[in-house]
C-alpha cells in the first residue's frame, strides 16, 4: 500500500510540474534512445549477416588465398601469395579421403549478360563451377536442371542464371533453353536458382555460373580459385580440416616449419570477426549513454531538490499528522524512480523504432531486442534511486516545526 500510494502521489507531482518534468526525461530518453537505437541496428544487421554467415553450412569451410576480412596493410603482405589452382585443387579431391565434397569455384566480376534487346548492369558475377560446388553451397535449382559431368568433360556452353538476372532478361519469357551473351560467350539456359534474398541490400541473386571447364577455356587459370570442403559430419570437421591443410601443403610444397599460403575459413570466424567489427560501435554507444545518463540523473537530483524546496510546509504536515520518515523517504525515491522510468521506456519505444527503421532501410529483418531493453530498463531504475536518495533523504530528515514555519 505505502509502494502504491507513493507511485501515485508522484504521478499527481510530475503532472502538476509538466515542462519540469518534460525537461527532466528529455535526459533520461536522449540517453537510453541513444544505446538502444544502435544496439537494434546492429542486432538487425547482424541477425542477418550471421544467417548468410551461417549458408556456407555448419559442415563446411572454405580455403582461399586471403584471410575473410583484411586491412590495406594485411592486403599487401597476402596479395604475394601464389593463386590457388584449379590443378591444385583436383589433386586435393584426389589425395584426401575424409571431405564428402571439394567445392572448385572461380570468379569475374562486372559481367553484361544480354539476350536479344535486353541486357543487365555491368554488376553480374560469372562464376565458374565444379559439381561439388552446387553441392556444397546448396544452390537450388528452382527451374530447369544443374550442371552434369557430360557438361564439366565436354566443355558444354550452358549456364544456370541467379533470380535477379534471370528476371532482368526474361520479364514475360521462359528462360529454359534460351541463349544468353556474357562477354565472348554464347551460353544456352539450362536452370534458374531459388531466390536467395538480400543481405544489408545487397543482392545475393546477381550472378551466372557456368561449368568450370568453360571458365577456364575462356578466362585461363590466371586467378585464384576457391575450395569449399564438406566435412562427413559437424564432428569431424576438425579432423577434415587437419587433412585438408596437410595434403596442400604437400601439393603447394610448403616448406615444415613455414607458415600456410592459404586461408581456412568458417563461418564461426566469419561472425567472430563481424562481431569484432560491431563491438566499436556498441562501445561507443555504451560511452555516450553513459554520458547522458549521468546527466540526466544529474537533472533528477536537482529537480527533486527543488521539489523538496518547494513542498518543505506539505512535508511539515505530513509529519505533524503521523508521517514517518520512511514514508516520506519512499514518497520522494519513488517520484525519481518513476521520473527516470517514464524517460527510460520513452527512449527505450524511440529507440527500438528507430533501430528497425534503419534495418528496414538496409533492407534486414526487424528485430525486438528483449535483452537490451531489460537493461534498459534495468538501468533507469538505478539510475533513479542512485540520484533520488539524497533528496528523498534530505525531505524525510526536515524538522517537521521548521517545515511548518516556513514560507
Sequence with gaps: ??????????????????????????????GLFSIIIVMTAIGAIQSSVESAFNSLGTNNFVVQKFPAITGPREWRKYRNRPDLTIEQGVRLKAITHLPAAIGISLHKDGMVVKYSNEKTNPNVQLQGMNLDELRVNDLVVAQGRGFT?????????????????????????????????????????????????????????????????????????????????????????????DEVIGALRKIRKIPPGKENDFEIVTNDQLVAQFNDITKYFRLGAAVVAFIALVAAGVGIMNIMLVSVTERTREIGIRKAIGARKIMIRAQFLMEAIVLSQIGGLIGIILGVIGGNIIAVVLHVSAILPVEWIIIGVTVTTFVGILFGVYPAVKASNLDPIEALRYE
Excluded at 510530475?14 to 527532466?24: C, F, Q
Excluded at 536467395?196 to 545475393?204: E, I, N, P, T, Y
Design 1 to 30: 500500500m505505502l509502494v502504491l500510494e507513493s507511485i501515485k502521489m508522484a504521478l499527481n507531482s510530475l503532472v502538476k510540474n509538466k515542462l519540469r518534468s518534460i525537461l527532466t526525461l528529455l535526459g533520461i530518453a536522449i
Design 149 to 241: 559431368q557430360q557438361d564439366e568433360n565436354y566443355t558444354n556452353m550452358v549456364c544456370i542464371l541467379g533470380s535477379d538476372v534471370a528476371d532482368k532478361l526474361f520479364k514475360n519469357i521462359y528462360p529454359i533453353g534460351q541463349e544468353v551473351r556474357v562477354d565472348l560467350m554464347n551460353l544456352k539456359v539450362i536452370g534458374v536458382y531459388e531466390k536467395r534474398g538480400s543481405v544489408l541490400g545487397a543482392g545475393q541473386d546477381n550472378f551466372v555460373t557456368i561449368p568450370l571447364s568453360v571458365f577456364k577455356k575462356y578466362y585461363g587459370d590466371r586467378r585464384s580459385a576457391g575450395y569449399t570442403v564438406m566435412a562427413p559430419d559437424k564432428s569431424k570437421i576438425s579432423e577434415t580440416m
